[in-house]
C-alpha cells in the first residue's frame, strides 16, 4: 500500500509541477488528499502488521500520520487561498505550481518516515523533506527568503551528514554482534547485544544530527530563521509534523538504548537538550519582536519538554507523545491565524500590529485561544500533558528540575503574552487613526476554530482508541 501510495503522490506532485496551471494544481491536491486519507484508514485497518519490507503500520506511526492527515487538510487550503491573491501574472503562476509539488511531496515523505522500519530508509526521507522545505522556504523570492534557504539547506545538511554518521556506527554495532540489518525492529530486539560504545557515539550523533528537525539545541535556528520567512502554511508543518518526525526517529533509537546499560547516560543527554532547549525559549523570546520567530521558539520549548518527559523512561513515554499530538493541533491553528494577521498588517512586528480585535474579532477569539493553548493555560489540553510531565518528575523527586521548568516557562508566558496581547488591544500611532475591519474567510476561520478544538477536547478526554493508542507506542 505505501508503494501504491507513494506513486500517487510523486505523480500528483509531478503533475503540479509539469502543468503551471490552477486546475493542474487543485487536481493533484484533491487527489493527494484522497490517497493520504486512504492510507490513514488503510493503517488503522492493518495496524502492527508489515507493509513490505522497509515499512510497518506501527502505533506511534498511525498517530503521527493521523495528526497530519488532519492538519494537512487546512493547510491545503489556506495554501489555495493564499495563492489564489498571487498568481496574476505567469511567474507567479509558476511559482504557485513549485509550492504546490513541494508541499505535496513533504506531507509524503514525512507520513513515510512515520512508518519506516529501516534507519535507512528514514535517513533517505528525512533528506528530501529538506528538499522540499527549501522549495517553500523560498517561495517569497527575497532576499531573507534566499538567506534563510541556504541557512537551512547547509545546516539540514550537517545535521543529516551526523545522522548518516550515526547510521554507520549502528550498523557497525549490529554486524559485529549479531549481523542483522538496520530494520528498527531489528535493533530493537538485538538491543541488549550491541556494544555499549558504539551505541553511545550513534545515540549522540542522532539526536545532534536530528535536532535541525526538532527545532532544539542545538541547530535549532535553522528552523526559528526559516519560520520568520516560509508562507505561513509552511510554518504550520515545520512546526509540528517536522518536529513529530525528528522526535519519532530519535524515539525509535531510544527505545532500544532504553533495554541497555547506557540507559540512564542516554536518559541525561535527552534531559540536558530539553533543559537547555527551555532555557534558550525562555531567553529568546525576550529578544525578538517578530511573532513568528516568537511562535518558533514557543515551538523550541514544548518540544524541549517532550525530551524532557521522555528522559525520565517508560514511565514519560505516554505524556511526551501526547505533548507534541496536542502541541501539532494548538500551534497549527495559531500559525493558520498569524497568516490572516500578516494580511491585516503585512509585517510580524508587535509593536505596529495592534487594534488587531478591532479589525478582525473573530481572528482574535482564534489568537486568543491559540495563546492559552500554546502556554499550556486551562482549558488547553497541553494542561493535562505538562500537568502529567509536572507530577512525574515530582514522583522521581527531580525538584530542581522542576523548579527550573517552571520558572523558565513562566517568563515565556509573561513575554509571549504581553506581545500577543498588545497586538489584540494595543493603540499606536500607526494605527490609531486607520482602523479598519477585515472580511473573513468563513472556512478559514472555521477550520482554525475546528483545530483549537480538538486541542481541547482531546486533551480533557481522550478517546479509547487514542489512550489505546498511545499506550501500544509506549510499549514497543
Not at 488503510?42 to 506501527?58: C, E, N, R, V
Not at 529578544?287 to 520567530?293: A, D, M, S
Not at 514544548?302 to 513515554?317: D, E, K, P, R
Not at 468563513?442 to 478517546?463: K, R, S, V, W
Request: proline share 2%; glycine share 6%.
Amino acid at each position: 500500500m505505501i508503494a501504491i501510495y507513494l506513486l500517487i503522490a510523486l505523480c500528483c506532485s509531478g503533475l503540479s509541477f509539469g502543468v503551471k496551471q490552477r486546475w493542474a494544481s487543485v487536481l493533484a491536491v484533491l487527489v493527494f488528499i484522497i490517497a493520504q486519507l486512504g492510507l490513514n484508514n488503510y493503517a488503522w485497518l492493518h495496524l502492527g502488521q508489515d507493509d513490505s519490507t522497509f515499512f510497518k503500520f506501527d502505533a506511534l506511526g498511525f498517530i503521527f500520520t493521523s495528526v497530519l492527515s488532519i492538519i494537512c487538510l487546512p493547510v491545503f487550503y489556506h495554501s489555495y487561498r493564499m495563492l489564489e491573491h498571487q498568481t496574476e501574472k505567469w511567474e507567479e503562476k509558476r511559482k504557485a505550481s513549485i509550492y504546490t509539488a513541494a508541499l505535496i511531496l513533504l506531507v509524503t515523505v514525512l507520513t513515510g518516515v512515520y512508518f519506516a522500519d529501516n534507519y535507512g530508509i528514514l535517513w533517505v526521507l528525512i533528506e528530501v523533506s529538506t528538499i522540499a522545505l527549501a522549495a517553500l522556504i523560498y517561495h517569497n523570492r527575497t532576499k531573507l527568503s534566499l538567506e534563510a534557504t541556504w541557512k537551512y539547506i547547509f545546516l539540514s545538511s550537517v545535521g543529516i551528514s551526523l545522522v548518516l554518521i550515526s547510521l554507520l556506527f549502528l550498523n557497525v554495532a549490529m554486524h559485529r554482534e549479531s549481523g542483522a540489518s538496520l530494520h528498527i525492529s531489528a535493533v530493537l530486539e538485538n538491543a541488549k547485544k550491541l556494544d555499549p560504545l558504539w551505541l553511545k557515539v550513534a545515540f549522540a550523533l542522532m539526536v545532534t544530527g536530528l535536532s535541525t528537525k526538532m527545532g532544539v539545541f542545538p541547530f535549532h535556528t535553522v528552523g526559528i530563521d526559516a519560520t520568520t520567512v516560509a508562507p505561513h502554511p509552511v510554518n504550520v508543518l515545520m512546526s509540528t509534523a517536522l518536529k513529530n518526525a525528528g522526535f519519532l526517529a530519535v524515539f525509535r533509537l531510544y527505545q532500544a538504548v532504553m533495554q541497555t546499560s547506557i540507559a540512564d547516560w542516554a536518559s541525561h543527554i535527552l534531559l540536558l537538550v530539553g533543559l537547555i532547549s527551555i532555557a534558550l525559549a525562555a531567553t529568546q523570546t525576550q529578544r525578538t519582536q517578530n511573532l513568528n520567530r516568537m511562535l518558533g521558539y514557543s515551538g523550541l520549548e514544548h518540544v524541549g519538554l517532550a525530551l524532557v518527559a521522555l528522559s525520565m523512561g517508560q514511565i514519560g513515554f505516554y505524556a511526551a507523545i501526547f505533548h507534541l499530538v496536542l502541541h501539532s493541533f494548538a500551534k497549527a491553528g495559531l500559525f493558520l491565524q498569524m497568516g490572516q494577521v500578516n494580511t491585516v498588517y503585512d509585517h510580524h512586528h508587535p509593536e505596529n500590529n495592534a487594534a488587531y480585535f478591532r479589525s478582525n474579532p473573530i481572528g482574535s477569539l482564534v489568537v486568543l485561544l491559540g495563546f492559552i493553548g500554546i502556554m499550556a493555560l486551562p482549558p488547553s489540553g497541553l494542561f493535562s500533558t505538562e500537568l502529567m510531565i509536572f507530577t512525574n518528575l515530582a514522583q522521581q523527586k527531580q525538584w530542581w528540575v522542576l523548579t527550573l521548568i517552571l520558572v523558565l516557562m513562566t517568563i515565556v508566558l509573561f513575554t509571549v503574552g504581553k506581545q500577543l496581547m498588545n497586538m489584540l488591544y494595543g493603540i499606536t500611532a500607526q494605527v490609531k487613526t486607520n482602523i479598519v475591519t477585515m472580511k473573513v474567510d468563513a472556512l478559514e476561520i472555521a477550520a482554525q476554530l475546528t483545530i483549537l478544538g480538538l486541542m481541547i477536547y482531546i486533551g480533557f478526554n481522550p478517546p479509547v482508541f487514542l489512550v489505546d493508542l498511545l499506550k501500544q507506542a509506549c510499549a514497543q
